[in-house]
């Protein structure tokens, strides 16, 4: 057994590896890939080899995509890779892929939140989209989101839809998003092309090849910002999670509702707690994250989207009537595609709202208060330290303007109404003291 090879023999070894191969977070990625492909179940970072065998087999396909290096949702992919005896039986109807980089990825096919760490695609050997699964608000805790159960729900239903197919072809058709035409995968994009190719490197240093899911995301934010464009709500507020518009949902069903919250879209609609969502948009759903691809392709301003819920022995249609600015809604400060966007707008900074206490022991009961959680340090982030920014600063003024009550309502502002080059006016609150200081804007 490996771990009875002699101490003597590891350290020789250890010597004569490049210093790439002891870096632990590359040893993470080719252990996982020995571990993987040692089992033999699932297939190993080879798309066009798991649409083979689906189409030989007739089976559905999975395909998982995981960033291996993060940790932040280990626990769901360690039940997942341990077989958990819930799913175990269900995948095996699956034909299982792995894809742990994004290099060389047909973007027109995988069209997913680039913001997750755990991603998984339920599809056919025709291409066909039967769901998505994968959801996350939060940097570190998942559970909100995500389960084991709520992954073997989802399974169930792909296996469902897939026995349907073609008769419900029509329906699924728009769980595809458009033709990515311009830039057909991530290493195509002009900030990446020059330093990734379409594979992953095994034989350098691989996590210095990889592309990473939330560069996608990143270059597709920096490509309008290069372009001197504003940047869609569409593309800064991606995949709003359904809790943005009232629906609180069990995350080991498909879609069930737990919690209306009072005065959003979702309790003017008419949701109610126990209603099971069977359909949105005319889209069947497998999990949360298919409610967050409908509201992620709905257009807007005041879509109207028509749902389906099986509410006890009935079902009842109800509208969900997304208003203008309802993308706004959401929460993205957890995701890791809006540190660029602090970048250009904030110089580095990361913002959190003041609590109504402090609100009140400050006198700032009404306004801009955003106070200045971290400053970054180094290169470009370090913009607003430069500019006389410190930690704990809280900004009541930018631009002139007192009317952003959470930082992505001022990102926003910033990245799409000023330009790189320009400098804009905050006004800070320090120790009691108000400071004008000057932020500038960065590509």
């Known amino acids: 057994m490996r771990w009875l090879v002699s101490l003597s023999f590891v350290l020789v070894l250890a010597c004569s590896l490049p210093a790439f191969a002891q870096n632990p977070r590359d040893q993470k990625v080719r252990a996982d890939r020995e571990k993987v492909e040692t089992e033999g179940f699932w297939i190993y970072n080879d798309v066009a080899k798991g649409l083979a065998e689906a189409k030989k087999s007739g089976k559905p396909m999975l395909v998982v995509l995981r960033c291996i290096p993060c940790t932040e949702c280990v626990k769901l992919d360690d039940n997942l890779v341990d077989k958990d005896p819930r799913v175990r039986p269900l995948l095996e109807k699956y034909v299982c892929v792995r894809v742990v980089s994004t290099n060389g990825l047909d973007l027109s096919l995988f069209q997913y939140d680039y913001d997750q760490s755990f991603a998984g695609m339920l599809m056919n050997a025709e291409g066909a989209i039967y769901g998505r699964f994968g959801t996350r608000s939060d940097r570190v805790h998942w559970t909100d989101d995500v389960s084991i159960e709520g992954l073997a729900e989802a399974l169930k239903a792909g296996l469902a839809l897939h026995a349907d197919y073609p008769a419900n072809k029509e329906s699924l058709a728009a769980k595809r998003g458009p033709p990515a035409a311009e830039f057909p995968s991530p290493e195509k994009y002009p900030r990446l092309k020059d330093k990734y190719t379409d594979t992953i490197n095994y034989q350098g240093n691989v996590m210095q090849s990889c592309i990473h899911c939330h560069q996608i995301g990143d270059a597709q934010r920096q490509l309008y910002r290069d372009r001197k464009q504003p940047i869609p709500e569409e593309v800064l507020f991606s995949y709003p999670h359904p809790k943005s518009q009232g629906l609180i949902l069990d995350p080991k069903t498909c879609a069930t509702v737990v919690k209306v919250i009072p005065e959003t879209p979702a309790s003017q609609a008419g949701f109610a707690a126990g209603d099971v969502i069977r359909s949105l948009g005319g889209q069947p759903l497998v999990s949360m994250a298919d409610v967050q691809w409908v509201l992620h392709r709905t257009p807007a301003p005041g879509a109207e989207l028509k749902a389906v819920v099986q509410r006890g022995e009935k079902q009842v249609e109800l509208t969900l009537m997304l208003p203008k600015g309802w993308r706004r809604t959401d929460?993205?400060?957890?995701?890791?595609?809006?540190?660029?966007?602090?970048?250009?707008?904030?110089?580095?900074?990361?913002?959190?709202?003041?609590?109504?206490?402090?609100?009140?022991?400050?006198?700032?009961?009404?306004?801009?208060?955003?106070?200045?959680?971290?400053?970054?340090?180094?290169?470009?982030?370090?913009?607003?330290?430069?500019?006389?920014?410190?930690?704990?600063?809280?900004?009541?003024?930018?631009?002139?303007?007192?009317?952003?009550?959470?930082?992505?309502?001022?990102?926003?502002?910033?990245?799409?109404?000023?330009?790189?080059?320009?400098?804009?006016?905050?006004?800070?609150?320090?120790?009691?003291?108000?400071?004008?200081?000057?932020?500038?804007?960065?590509?």
């Open 331 to 443: 929460d993205i400060s957890w995701r890791a595609t809006t540190w660029p966007l602090r970048r250009m707008g904030l110089g580095g900074m990361k913002l959190e709202e003041l609590t109504p206490e402090d609100r009140t022991k400050l006198s700032l009961e009404k306004g801009m208060a955003l106070r200045a959680k971290h400053v970054g340090q180094f290169g470009a982030h370090a913009a607003a330290k430069n500019a006389g920014f410190v930690a704990g600063d809280i900004l009541i003024s930018f631009d002139g303007k007192q009317d952003f009550l959470r930082e992505a309502d001022l990102l926003t502002y910033a990245i799409n109404s000023r330009q790189p080059g320009e400098t804009v006016l905050v006004t800070v609150l320090r120790e009691g003291k108000q400071l004008e200081l000057k932020l500038p804007m960065q590509e």
